[in-house]
């Protein structure tokens, strides 16, 4: 699971033609709002001039600076007008823009409740001759400016290097107040396309530790060390030689490599315990330090482990009663250290008695899930476990994250026909208490999997807000990033999910190219669609980003062998030549492009 460090960001390039077509929609739905608004509206800049100024609070830390910086960059490019940046030790002006904790707002009623609003939530309030865009420490700030931006004055960041940013004659905010925070505390779409640039997921609002968010940013909400599958860490597999007690006993013996631990040894605790107090000294960036089982089963099945397990219902009882030892002799010195536990596979059922205590995370994975329906209304028994398993732990568990997936892990080139199901999926999470949600999707460290950059900009819309419209989100993208090639795109997402709408097919995250819903009459369908979109893009920028989007298509004809002889090897070549300049690096989790091209004979 270990992850490449995104290398920051790229360079950011204007679209042009994107650009226009956005300009005019921009100002379009601007005017629809603004025509029932007009009378109430505060004008920041007009004709390419304005006379506010932006505030900063004295003491604002680096993400306030960035948020000012950020506003006067994008006011500045949507209108000609360059804002000054002050602090509000100046004198009062009478038009300004207060961002942060500002000394202005002494007199302001109501009051902003700053604790309220906590690390990442913000006011917005549009009055008088101001604008205040007042958010928690660290990210709330930086939160307000972008929602601003995004959501009042139309710009769109659908990728790295594809940002739009409409042209104002004049920039007017209708007057009012409103209170935005997300609904989950964590936010992290681990898709290789959120993690390219920092800037870029600042500007989405996701806070995951794997962006290299720093200081400017906010930083991530929390930093988890070790990341996951932590025992071979805790209890080194050399110690087996020594030491076979502290491994699993499976049918009668202790076994080595790739396995869990036997919770119930003392000194498999002492050794995770001294273990755990080391990488806090070690690591004082971590907030959250991680006890969870590898990733297999071989789980422990000796007397006392089994008996436990077996008493309770559930092999999460020797576990978690392990992991709450841990956490409980950690506690007193670290009292916000939290650790956090896996309910992966074999331990995802709660025990019928114990409990996680109040600094444990049980992380519940939804690995064997169908993801084409909803979790919460597919009728698949995997999909009714989960359920039942989530809303189980819901009373008992003070603290619930979620890593779900989002793609298929055994072809990243293939189409996944799960779009119907992320927001109800986000929905049901959060209904059942969840606060930290880990969408994990094509994470390898050239990424571009099937459809990515759609991908990676709606669950971050979803995970800022699950009520999002995707439907408006999905045109969009598709509008500003396929640019007249869209209504073919749109077709080929609409046939390669027709299968699991309508026949409702399940799919599973490391379904083959022979899965029934990759049918040949579907995948011609949707070559033919794509055909079309190549055809209709309108330069070369857009027509690669359709060849991008038709590897899929490709792959599964040519891993069903529905290509052969010279077609077949002619296809693998420009398979690999488009893969190799959109930066593919990986085929699947654990296939890299150049092996399965040397596979197909391409080399
Ligand atoms: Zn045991
Ligand atoms: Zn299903």
């Given amino acids: 699971m270990k992850t490449r460090r995104c290398a920051g960001p790229r360079l950011r390039e204007t679209n042009s033609q994107l650009h226009r077509h956005w300009t005019r929609l921009g100002v379009c739905l601007f005017g629809l709002v603004m025509a029932a608004t007009a009378a109430a509206d505060v004008t920041i800049a007009d004709n390419g001039k304005s006379n506010y100024r932006i505030v900063l609070p004295a003491g604002a830390i680096p993400a306030e600076r960035y948020a000012a910086e950020e506003l006067q960059h994008y006011l500045e490019t949507m209108s000609g007008a360059k804002l000054p940046i002050v602090t509000d030790a100046e004198r009062l002006a009478s ?33 008088g001759n101001r604008l205040i865009i007042a958010g928690g420490r660290p990210r709330g700030t930086l939160n307000g400016v972008y929602t601003l931006l995004e959501e009042k004055l139309g710009v769109r960041w659908f990728t790295p290097e594809v940002e739009v940013v409409p042209k104002l004659k004049r920039v007017r905010l209708p007057k009012g107040t409103e209170t935005r925070g997300p609904a989950l505390q964590n936010r992290d779409v ?22 290299g968010l720093t200081a400017k940013h906010g930083g991530p909400y929390t930093i988890c060390y070790p990341f996951v599958h932590t ?57 959250i330090i991680s006890v969870s089982q590898n990733d297999t089963i071989n789980n422990c099945q000796c007397e006392q482990c089994k008996g436990l397990d077996d008493a309770e219902g559930s092999p999460a009882a020797s576990l978690l009663k392990f992991v709450n030892a841990v956490a409980e002799a950690i506690e007193q010195d670290h009292p916000n250290m939290l650790i956090d536990t896996l309910a992966y596979q ?26 084409s329906h909803p979790l919460e209304t597919c009728p698949a028994g995997e999909n009714r476990r989960f359920r039942d398993d989530i809303i189980a732990w819901g009373p008992v568990a003070p603290l619930i994250y979620v890593w779900d997936y989002t793609t298929d892990f055994g072809h990243y080139q293939q189409p996944f026909p799960n779009c119907d199901s992320l927001q109800s999926n986000v ?24 459809m990515e950059p759609l ?30 090639a869209a209504p073919k795109i749109l077709a080929y997402l ?29 995948m011609r369908q949707a070559e033919q669609l794509l055909d079309e979109a190549e055809q209709l893009a309108e ?18 004809k040519i891993a069903t062998n529905r290509v052969t002889g010279d077609a077949r090897a002619d296809l693998v070549k420009r398979f690999v030549a488009i893969a190799r300049k959109a930066g593919v690096s990986n085929i699947s989790e654990g296939t890299s492009l150049n092996d399965w091209a040397k596979k197909q004979g391409a080399e």
């Fill in 455 to 484: 991908r990676a900009y709606v669950l971050a819309k979803l995970l800022w807000n699950p009520q999002a419209d995707v439907q408006r989100h999905t045109q969009e993208f598709v509008n500003g990033y396929y640019g007249k």
């Fill in 231 to 287: 025992f071979d860490a805790l209890v080194p597999p050399a110690l087996y030689q020594e030491h076979p007690e502290y491994f699993p006993l499976i049918d009668g013996k202790r076994k080595s490599g790739y396995v869990q631990r036997c919770l119930s040894n003392p000194d498999v605790l002492k050794l995770s315990i001294a273990r755990v107090q080391q990488w806090i000294q070690e690591h004082p960036e971590a907030t």
């Fill in 346 to 371: 074999y331990t995802r059922k709660p025990p019928r008695t114990i409990r996680p205590r109040r600094n444990v995370i049980v992380r519940l994975c939804s690995i064997e899930c169908c993801f």
């Fill in 95 to 127: 038009r300004e823009i207060l961002l942060g904790n500002n000394a202005r707002m002494a007199n302001l009623r109501p009051k902003v409740d700053f604790a309220a609003l906590g690390p990442d939530g913000f006011v917005l309030r549009v009055e």
């Fill in 494 to 522: 609409d046939a390669t999910h027709r299968p699991v709408r309508e026949k409702g097919l399940h799919s599973h995250i490391f379904d083959p190219p022979t899965a029934a819903y990759l049918s040949e009459d579907i």
């Fill in 427 to 450: 929905r049901f999470f959060v209904k059942h208490g969840v606060k930290s949600l880990f969408e994990q999707g094509n994470y390898s460290s050239g990424g571009q999997g099937e």
């Fill in 539 to 556: 330069n070369d920028e857009v027509r690669f980003r359709v060849q991008v989007a038709r590897l899929p298509v490709w792959y599964v």
């Fill in 190 to 211: 681990f898709w290789r396309e959120m993690m390219r640039s920092a800037d870029f997921a600042a500007r989405h609002r996701v806070n995951g530790q794997h962006y």
